[in-house]
Each structure stands twice: as C-alpha cells, then as structure tokens.
C-alpha cells in the first residue's frame, strides 16, 4: 500500500497529477482544493511534492486509486468521511471543494443546506454524513490556515472554548475546567489543535463504557 509520496510533478491535469518518485511515475488524484493549492514550475523545473495518499484498490476497480493531500490532517478527514455509507473515494473526492474546516465546521453545526451545495451530494446523502459524523469533527473545524503554519495566538484557548461550548454544548464552567486541566497537564501547548486533542484525548479515556 502507498501512504505517501514525495517527488516532481511530471504532468497535471484538472483533478489528477503524475509524480515521478523513485524513478516511477505514480497518477495520482486530487480533491479541487488539493489541486489549487498546488506549487507551480518555477524557472522551468517541474515543482517537488509532498503527499499523503489515501489509497483504494478493490476487485471492481482494474487499477488502484491513489487520492492525494497535503497535509496529513486532510487525508485523515478523508477516512472518515468515506466511512459515511454510500460515500465511495471518488465521490467524497469530488465534493471536497471547500477547505476541510468548512466542511467540518457545517456537519458540526448540521448545516445540511451548505452540505447539498458540495458536488454529488444531496439532502439524503448530506443527512448520513451529518448522522455519522457529528461530533467527531471539531478538530477538523479548528484548522483553518492548515495550508500554512499558523502563528502562536494568545486566544486559543478562547477558540477552544467557543466550539466547547457553542457546537459540542458543554456549560461554559465546565468547558472552562476541561481548558484549564488541559494546560495543566501540558503547559507547552500553544495552538487550539493541540488543546483540543488534549482536552479530548482526558475525556475520551475517562467515558465509561456502556454495559
């Protein structure tokens, strides 16, 4: 299984590139925003590369697909958008047109309007997503700016916060405590990424298991 690729970019097209790797030449396929993010050739030379490759080979498909990204952050969105039932690779590639944090950000909010607007995906299939997703989606929803390092900011606990409260519906005292044993536990955290997976990472493992 291919996971990642890093090369040149031999040849593009609208939704798919060739990048030669290891003297290979590998067709990978592209989600809109993925491809307008692409580096252009500069003096001529072809634009080196990295990608994270969700791949899919199955007996249906005479060849594997290879789907790239980015970031790491966007292919793993990727995997879990695809768990969605009738949401196949090529379809869920397709509809991601928007930047990952905007569509979190709406299966969050179950904003099932913005969702129908994403190419091939309609009331029905944007109900399923919102079922299967909603609530796993936060830190997806907090990665505005992935495309580049974003600078420290003094309010991103305030960030943090806000999505505790307003999209997950926690009380806000208590949205407060988790914040702050968070810090407590590691006080190196400097992004709202990074408190958040903290935050969740203490209340996952502490959720009792149904019996």
Avoid: C, W
């Avoid at 936060?138 to 600078?151: I, N, S």
């Avoid at 606990?157 to 999505?163: A, F, H, I, T």
């Amino acid at each position: 299984m291919i996971a990642y690729l890093k090369g040149s970019i031999l040849r593009r097209a609208e939704e798919r590139i060739v990048v030669e790797a290891g003297g290979v030449g590998y067709e990978v396929h592209l989600p809109a925003v993925v491809a307008h993010a692409l580096p252009q050739a500069h003096d001529g030379q072809p634009p080196e590369i990295e990608l994270y490759i969700s791949y899919h080979a199955t007996a249906n498909q005479p060849r594997p697909l290879l789907i790239g990204f980015l970031h790491e952050v966007e292919q793993e969105f990727f995997e879990r958008f695809i768990t969605v039932d009738g949401m196949g690779p090529t379809k869920a590639m397709k509809a991601i047109v928007h930047p990952i944090h905007a569509i979190a950000d709406a299966i969050e909010r179950k904003d099932v309007q913005f969702l129908t607007r994403l190419p091939g995906i309609g009331e029905r299939t944007a109900e399923k997503v919102i079922a299967t997703l909603h609530g796993k989606m936060a830190k997806y929803a907090l990665l505005r700016g992935v495309e580049a390092p974003r600078p420290v900011s003094e309010d991103f606990k305030d960030e943090v916060l806000g999505v505790l409260t307003t999209q997950l519906g926690h009380r806000s005292t208590e949205a407060r405590r988790m914040v702050e044993e968070a810090m407590r536990r590691r006080p190196g955290i400097t992004t709202a990424e990074e408190l958040f997976e903290e935050v969740y990472r203490i209340e996952k493992s502490e959720t009792p298991v149904a019996r």
